[in-house]
């Protein structure tokens, strides 16, 4: 059976759960966890408590809402980060901006119009073309997934409107995401150089609700970019029906009217907490600001920026760390991942000691995964035996890093994932549904702890990190 879990109301507190966490703490404890309360199992059992992450994201979305890359929303959350980051008592806030292509929705709407009427679900992906004036008509050609239409010869495909599927399923660890997630990241581009019209594909996310899925996609250079639409998973399911039921062709109206506006101005916000030590390096704690404009961005990933900087608060809370603790909240993740590429161009020269990212949304972290020196072996054993009282087990993979400190691992900076619960992500991610009541105050919590603990122990780690050690 897959696991899913219901919406949580906002601000409720879940005693069974919090009794379910403390259950799993105890079996997967091993014997070297820490038996004795210290500063920091105090600061990390308090951080089970915490109310600033949900308050956090609560605000952000309420305030600012939905917050599309180098538009003025994002201009706003870039302002509203700022107050916020500096009266939470944060040293060094600013805003670093950038320049950047842009690319607005405008009107969606699709209809099957053949061999029966049905209005869908539909929402153009980033990057999109507009149709013609008026929309479009044509038959759809289906394909259940990426290799049948790779397996197609181009006469199917020229000229007419691709629909292609997949099989995506839930997994806690959200790799599902990377095997299936290329119908939206290529098929366009792929569509598009054989000579289709346009493209619709099944929503890539592993809900059964009418609500599409978007996100960005991008056409090789040299490829003129087609309308291209995802439509709700119910819609294609109806789709694939109706072309295995053989009551003739399936067409299909499509009016999609994207603009593109040019190069126009993101930003990153940081904020730090200053160390002791200029020497010892800075540790990153990244997230992304921006979001899709179909929803607020509650897990996706308001939920990231609340969770490091109420983590990164309560570390400044015990007193000043060794390495400064710099918070990375980018621009423009979504539609290409520009935030972190500006920082890491203009922080090229920055000592930096370790990164780290939020960005799975909001339930609990279930596993740690590291990627440190081996002359660190000793400090990743500390993290985990801190984490396991939270029910985080150790992973025997290495750590990847994340979409905004990917600059920073490619440049052989140090990296920890804390690995958030995936089962649920893409029954939300890029969709309406992206609100505050998906959160649960008691999972947000638990990753304010488990970076507590490891902001902690990086921030004061005697031994030397950073790229080369």
Same mark, same amino acid.
């Given at each position: 059976?897959?696991?899913?879990?219901?919406?949580?109301?906002?601000?409720?507190?879940?005693?069974?759960?919090?009794?379910?966490?403390?259950?799993?703490?105890?079996?997967?404890?091993?014997?070297?966890?820490?038996?004795?309360?210290?500063?920091?199992?105090?600061?990390?059992?308090?951080?089970?408590?915490?109310?600033?992450?949900?308050?956090?994201?609560?605000?952000?979305?309420?305030?600012?809402?939905?917050?599309?890359?180098? #538009?003025?929303?994002?201009?706003?959350?870039?302002?509203?980060?700022?107050?916020?980051?500096?009266?939470?008592?944060?040293?060094?806030?600013?805003?670093?901006?950038?320049?950047?292509?842009?690319?607005?929705?405008?009107?969606?709407?699709?209809?099957?119009?053949?061999?029966?009427?049905?209005?869908?679900?539909?929402?153009?992906?980033?990057?999109?073309?507009?149709?013609?004036?008026?929309?479009?008509?044509?038959?759809?050609?289906?394909?259940?997934?990426?290799?049948?239409?790779?397996?197609?010869?181009?006469?199917?495909?020229?000229?007419?409107?691709?629909?292609?599927?997949?099989?995506?399923?839930?997994?806690?660890?959200?790799?599902?995401?990377?095997?299936?997630?290329?119908?939206?990241?290529?098929?366009?581009?792929?569509?598009?150089?054989?000579?289709?019209?346009?493209?619709?594909?099944?929503?890539?996310?592993?809900?059964?609700?009418?609500?599409?899925?978007?996100?960005?996609?991008?056409?090789?250079?040299?490829?003129?970019?087609?309308?291209?639409?995802?439509?709700?998973?119910?819609?294609?399911?109806?789709?694939?029906?109706?072309?295995?039921?053989?009551?003739?062709?399936?067409?299909?109206?499509?009016?999609?009217?994207?603009?593109?506006?040019?190069?126009?101005?993101?930003?990153?916000?940081?904020?730090?907490?200053?160390?002791?030590?200029?020497?010892?390096?800075?540790?990153?704690?990244?997230?992304?600001?921006?979001?899709?404009?179909?929803? #607020?961005?509650?897990?996706?990933?308001?939920?990231?920026?609340?969770?490091?900087?109420?983590?990164?608060?309560?570390?400044?809370?015990?007193?000043?760390?060794?390495?400064?603790?710099?918070?990375?909240?980018?621009?423009?993740?979504?539609?290409?991942?520009?935030?972190?590429?500006?920082?890491?161009?203009?922080?090229?020269?920055?000592?930096?000691?370790?990164?780290?990212?939020?960005?799975?949304?909001?339930?609990?972290?279930?596993?740690?995964?590291?990627?440190?020196?081996?002359?660190?072996?000793?400090?990743? !054993?500390?993290?985990?035996?801190?984490?396991?009282?939270?029910?985080?087990?150790?992973?025997?993979?290495?750590?990847?890093?994340?979409?905004?400190?990917?600059?920073?691992?490619?440049?052989?900076?140090?990296?920890?994932?804390?690995?958030?619960?995936? !089962?649920?992500?893409?029954?939300?991610?890029?969709?309406?549904?992206?609100?505050?009541?998906?959160?649960?105050?008691?999972?947000?919590?638990?990753?304010?702890?488990?970076?507590?603990? !490891?902001?902690?122990?990086?921030?004061?780690?005697?031994?030397?990190?950073?790229?080369?050690?």
């Amino acid at each position: 059976m897959i696991r899913t879990l219901p919406n949580f109301a906002p601000r409720a507190r879940s005693a069974a759960l919090a009794s379910l966490m403390l259950s799993a703490a105890v079996i997967a404890a091993p014997v070297q966890a820490q038996s004795a309360p210290d500063a920091l199992a105090v600061a990390r059992d308090a951080a089970l408590r915490d109310e600033t992450a949900f308050d956090f994201v609560a605000d952000l979305t309420s305030q600012v809402g939905p917050r599309q890359a180098a #538009t003025e929303a994002e201009a706003r959350a870039r302002a509203w980060a700022v107050a916020r980051l500096n009266a939470m008592g944060f040293a060094n806030v600013r805003v670093e901006e950038f320049q950047m292509p842009t690319w607005v929705r405008g009107e969606e709407t699709a209809s099957i119009i053949s061999p029966r009427v049905q209005p869908m679900a539909v929402t153009a992906l980033g990057n999109s073309a507009a149709t013609p004036v008026g929309g479009m008509e044509g038959e759809l050609v289906v394909f259940h997934d990426l290799a049948a239409f790779d397996a197609a010869p181009d006469s199917a495909i020229r000229g007419k409107i691709i629909y292609i599927g997949h099989d995506m399923e839930r997994t806690q660890d959200g790799s599902s995401y990377g095997a299936f997630g290329v119908v939206r990241f290529t098929g366009p581009g792929r569509a598009a150089a054989r000579g289709a019209s346009a493209i619709v594909i099944r929503s890539v996310g592993t809900d059964n609700h009418r609500n599409p899925h978007t996100g960005n996609t991008n056409f090789p250079a040299g490829v003129t970019p087609i309308p291209a639409a995802a439509v709700s998973n119910p819609d294609a399911d109806l789709i694939e029906r109706m072309a295995a039921n053989g009551d003739g062709p399936v067409r299909i109206r499509l009016n999609l009217t994207p603009r593109n506006l040019g190069q126009q101005t993101s930003g990153n916000v940081i904020a730090e907490v200053p160390g002791s030590d200029p020497s010892a390096g800075i540790v990153v704690a990244a997230c992304h600001l921006d979001s899709w404009d179909l929803a #607020t961005g509650a897990i996706d990933d308001g939920a990231g920026c609340a969770i490091i900087a109420a983590a990164a608060q309560r570390v400044a809370a015990m007193g000043q760390p060794r390495r400064t603790i710099r918070l990375l909240l980018a621009g423009a993740e979504e539609v290409g991942v520009h935030g972190g590429r500006a920082y890491g161009v203009a922080h090229a020269h920055d000592n930096h000691a370790v990164a780290l990212e939020s960005d799975f949304g909001a339930d609990r972290v279930w596993r740690v995964s590291f990627k440190l020196p081996a002359t660190a072996a000793a400090l990743n !054993t500390r993290i985990a035996n801190y984490l396991a009282p939270l029910g985080i087990g150790r992973s025997n993979s290495p750590a990847g890093g994340g979409a905004d400190i990917g600059a920073l691992a490619a440049a052989g900076v140090p990296v920890i994932d804390l690995e958030q619960d995936g !089962t649920r992500y893409f029954d939300i991610h890029h969709t309406p549904d992206d609100t505050l009541d998906k959160i649960d105050p008691q999972q947000i919590a638990q990753n304010v702890a488990a970076w507590v603990v !490891t902001l902690s122990l990086l921030a004061n780690a005697p031994e030397t990190l950073g790229p080369g050690q």
